[in-house]
């Protein structure tokens, strides 16, 4: 069984420029978060998707968003890139909430992100 | 609220030491706990998981963990370190059983070395 996969691994920009980064779930998943993992900050919750919605987000600004596509698929979209963006971006998928183990978590090896 | 907090951000043993990693977590109910394991430029992957069940929890790789209300600690251990066993660790606690991940609160994490 394929996991969560994503892509790009890298991924350089310069400040103000736009990142797309995209993740795959593991088949049957229906659920896909995003975290941020900055250098000594342990990891942020970004976005979480389900079904196709944005249900919830973390304590970042509006230039961060993304979305869900119907075979569950995600991206995550920065836009007016700054600096302390910077950072490793891990996407998880989870089953369907409701579901024995619907907390557990299986993640991507994530996209590096760095921002001159 | 819930949190998780992890003591010390990096811990060195040597190969065949014994490994502990501290988790401490703060929950007005009893909590689901997790600890994963992120290699080098990895995602994080699960080690184990605390459901109420027993309160000594094995996981993989010869890791396990001791669920202690009254000391409200969930400590992560390992009899004899290998050096593969090098990686930053993390310590999760969630509320709910079928909550999404968004629920899911993460400590800062724990590199841990092995020294020859």
């Known amino acids: 069984e394929a996991g969560v996969t994503q892509s790009p691994t890298h991924l350089i920009k310069t400040r103000g420029q736009q990142a797309t980064l995209r993740c795959s779930p593991i088949?049957?998943?229906?659920?896909v978060y995003w975290y941020q993992q900055a250098l000594g900050l342990g990891l942020q919750f970004l976005l979480w998707?389900?079904?196709?919605?944005?249900?919830n987000r973390g304590n970042f600004p509006p230039r961060f968003s993304g979305r869900q596509f119907p075979n569950y698929s995600s991206e995550l979209n920065v836009n007016a890139l700054e600096l302390e963006d910077s950072a490793l971006y891990l996407c998880?998928?989870?089953?369907?909430?409701?579901?024995?183990?619907?907390?557990?978590?299986?993640f991507g090896a994530g996209s590096r992100l760095t921002v001159l | 609220a819930q949190s998780v907090t992890q003591l010390g951000s990096h811990v060195s043993v040597s190969e065949g030491a014994l490994v502990l990693l501290r988790c401490n977590y703060s929950?007005?109910?009893?909590?689901?706990l997790f600890w994963y394991v992120q290699y080098p430029n990895q995602g994080l992957q699960l080690l184990l998981k605390?459901?109420?069940?027993?309160?000594l929890v094995k996981g993989i790789n010869g890791f396990e963990a001791e669920f202690k209300k009254s000391e409200t600690s969930f400590h992560l251990t390992k009899p004899s370190a290998h050096m593969s066993d090098a990686a930053e660790y993390f310590c999760?606690?969630?509320?709910?059983?079928?909550?999404?991940?968004?629920?899911?609160?993460f400590g800062s994490g724990t590199r841990l070395s092995i020294r020859p």
């Open positions: 929950s007005s109910v009893p909590p689901y």
């Open positions: 998880a998928s989870q089953p369907r909430t409701g579901l024995s183990g619907a907390n557990v978590l299986t």
């Open positions: 999760a606690v969630s509320l709910l059983p079928y909550s999404s991940a968004s629920k899911i609160i």
């Open positions: 088949s049957g998943h229906t659920s």
């Open positions: 605390y459901t109420s069940a027993a309160t």
């Open positions: 998707y389900d079904e196709g919605e944005e249900r």
